[in-house]
Nanobody
C-alpha cells in the first residue's frame, strides 16, 4: 500500500493542525494505521494508532488529550487532529500501515510540522 501524507506546516504554540494520509489501495480498510514523528536528532517515536474499523485508538502519553486520530475508510484516509500544539511537537510526521503481523510495514513520505514559541 502506498501512503501520502499532507497537512503539515508552521503554526504558533497553542494552535492546531490536521494531518491527512491517503492510501492507494482498495484494501485500505484492512490495515490498522498509525502516526509517528521524528524530531531533529531524535529517534522516530509513536504518536497514535487506530484499528481497522476505527473503534479503538491508542496515544502516546505526550499527546494524549491534545491529538485525535481517526479514519474514513470510504476515502482511504487517516487523520491526525492536533490541538494545543507545543514547540516540542515539532517534527516530521509519518503515517504508516500495519501488516497482518501488526508490524508497521508501509510508510508515507512524511510531512513537516513546525510549532513556534
Amino acid at each position: 500500500v502506498q501512503l501520502q501524507a499532507s497537512g503539515g506546516g508552521l503554526v504558533q504554540a497553542g494552535g492546531s493542525l490536521r494531518l491527512s494520509c491517503t492510501g492507494s489501495t482498495r484494501t485500505f480498510n484492512k490495515y490498522a494505521l498509525g502516526w509517528f514523528r521524528q524530531a531533529p536528532g531524535k529517534e522516530r517515536e509513536f504518536v497514535a494508532a487506530v484499528s481497522v474499523i476505527g473503534d479503538n485508538t491508542i496515544y502516546a502519553d505526550s499527546v494524549k488529550g491534545r491529538f485525535t486520530i481517526s479514519r474514513d475508510n470510504a476515502k482511504n484516509t487517516v487523520y491526525l487532529q492536533m490541538n494545543t500544539l507545543k514547540p516540542e511537537d515539532t517534527a516530521v510526521y509519518y503515517c504508516a500501515a500495519a501488516n497482518y503481523l501488526n508490524e508497521y510495514a508501509y510508510w508515507g513520505q512524511g510531512t513537516q510540522v513546525t510549532v513556534s514559541s
